[in-house]
């Protein structure tokens, strides 16, 4: 098979992580292939997402915490079906927590929780196929660690842990073009082509596909 | 009868040391070589891309926000060898094409990817198509939706 056939195949292209989701976004997102974005903050209402040529929106929560109790009681209060939920643990317990609760769907690694990400907690991700969200400013190192987020990705990369990159975008310039993702995830990363490219369509994709109203 | 038995002893005479000198010559030319490979051409590759800009930028800024670019995520190094040049550029469509070395496309496509200012402006590069002419370059710059 050639290097470049996987490219072939129609991909459904998500962006797992919006902050702010306006018209003009939608339109660039669209123009540059993704299909589907999860957004924390939408600015327009109405039939947002249901046009033709405009990708599938949802809703996404991201909750913050280092208490488990705390997350219980958010999560309370949420529509998990037919959002995105993501949960930024900063504390042991509720990373470990997280990685076996059914209503999480990914869990995001941070500059302020990327030691908590060891060799237990992969092997608790990987036994309930949860995946991991790594935001694109982290990748490029704008918070810092880069090092430490390298061997971190490597790890759970090798250990077939699903990984989800999204762009954390708050403006329509921070979006990224998928095709030019994969290359810096394989020059930088050291992430072959074809496990990046799930990374952007299939794992998110099959994600928000089991939402309601998507 | 003298002068044609000396020209035949020259002749002989210089038939065997043209045959020493090609001898000592092949000798010289192995101890040169150094078994590496010749250097290749350099052979080249043309990126189509389209820069979605929020005001018009000109040509020269959208080469410098991709060389800044290559150069802060892949060093100088990658850059001068990448050495990538905006060839082809409207202005008003925001389309263009970027020539690269071969071995080096795949650094320009991420690049272009991460490029997010050029002239002052938010801008997003999208990388549309690579090929290995110019000629076909242009056609899917004329025949591009984006």
Not at chain 1, 185 to 201: A, F, H, M, N, Q
Not at chain 2, 99 to 107: D, N
Request: charged share 25%.
């Amino acid at each position: 098979m050639c290097a470049g056939c996987i490219f072939l195949k129609p991909r459904v292209f998500v962006d797992s992580f919006v902050r702010k989701c306006n018209t003009r976004l939608l339109n660039i997102a669209w123009i540059i292939g993704y299909r589907a974005l999860s957004c924390e903050e939408l600015e327009v209402g109405g039939d947002l997402g249901k046009s033709i040529d405009s990708p599938r929106v949802l809703r996404k929560i991201v909750i913050s915490s280092n208490s488990v109790s705390e997350v219980r009681n958010k999560l309370a209060g949420v529509n998990y079906k037919s959002m995105f939920v993501t949960v930024e643990p900063l504390s042991m317990e509720v990373a470990r927590w997280s990685a076996h609760d059914t209503r999480v769907d990914t869990i995001l690694i941070t500059s302020r929780n990327t030691e908590l990400f060891d060799k237990r907690q992969l092997g608790i991700m990987k036994y309930y196929s949860k995946p991991l969200e790594i935001p694109i400013p982290y990748l490029l190192g704008e918070d810092g660690a880069e090092s430490a987020l390298y061997r971190r990705i490597r790890l759970y990369a090798s250990s077939r842990v699903p990984l989800v990159i999204s762009s954390m975008a708050t403006h329509w310039h921070e979006l990224i073009h998928p095709y030019s993702l994969l290359k810096f995830l394989k020059l930088s990363y050291d992430i072959p082509e074809r496990i990046g490219l799930l990374t952007v369509s299939d794992i998110p994709w099959f994600i928000i596909s089991r939402k309601e109203g998507v | 009868m003298l002068l044609l038995a000396t020209s035949m002893v020259l002749l002989i005479a210089s038939i065997i040391l043209l045959g020493k000198t090609i001898v000592y010559y092949r000798g010289v030319k192995r101890l040169l070589e150094t078994g590496l490979k010749p250097i290749g051409k350099a052979r080249k590759r043309y990126v189509v891309f389209t820069a979605l800009c929020e005001e018009r930028v000109s040509q020269r800024d959208v080469e410098n926000a991709i060389s800044e670019t290559m150069k802060k995520h892949y060093g100088v190094s990658i850059y001068r060898k990448a050495s990538p040049q905006v060839i082809l550029y409207d202005e008003s469509t925001g389309r263009g094409v970027v020539r690269v070395l071969h071995a080096y496309t795949s650094y320009l496509i991420a690049t272009l990817g991460l490029t997010k200012r050029a002239g002052g402006k938010n801008c997003l590069i999208a990388p549309i198509k690579t090929t290995g002419t110019l000629r076909k370059a242009r056609e899917i710059l004329s025949k591009s939706k984006i």
